[in-house]
């Protein structure tokens, strides 16, 4: 089991940048694909980004593609979420997720464990 707990989220204006964080429990952490959701009031939650448990395959919805990053360090157990050039829609509470495949999984219930949410804000 996998316990997620993610960080960094903010206020920020159009235009600006964050970086997520999001810290993993356990020793096996290298042997799941990690990815980042998002969910905006009165929407679906919806994939952002993901990456491979070697940290090299990574994948991203079409929106953030050029602005966002996701990246992971398998010795400090974390995963990474860079968001660049920030807009307005980009406000949504984001999670963290973890999920035991390695085929690049842009589906929710395809992940195992969640994170609590942190929430990011983007002013126009």
């Known amino acids: 089991q996998v316990q997620l707990v993610e960080s960094g989220g903010g206020l920020v204006q159009a235009g600006g940048s964050l970086r997520l964080s999001c810290a993993a429990s356990?020793?096996?952490?290298?042997?799941?694909?990690m990815g980042w959701f998002r969910q905006a009031p009165g929407k679906e939650r919806e994939f952002v980004a993901g990456?491979?448990?070697?940290?090299?395959?990574?994948y991203y919805t079409d929106s953030v593609k050029g602005r966002f990053t996701i990246s992971r360090d398998n010795v400090r157990n974390t995963v990474y979420l860079q968001m660049n050039s920030l807009k307005p829609e980009d406000t949504a509470v984001y999670y963290c997720?973890?999920?035991?495949?390695?085929?690049?999984?842009?589906?929710?219930?395809?992940?195992?464990?969640w994170g609590q949410g942190t929430q990011v804000t983007v002013s126009s």
């Open positions: 990456v491979r448990r070697n940290g090299v395959t990574t």
């Open positions: 356990g020793r096996t952490f290298r042997s799941y694909g």
């Open positions: 997720a973890a999920t035991t495949s390695n085929s690049g999984s842009y589906y929710g219930n395809e992940y195992n464990y």
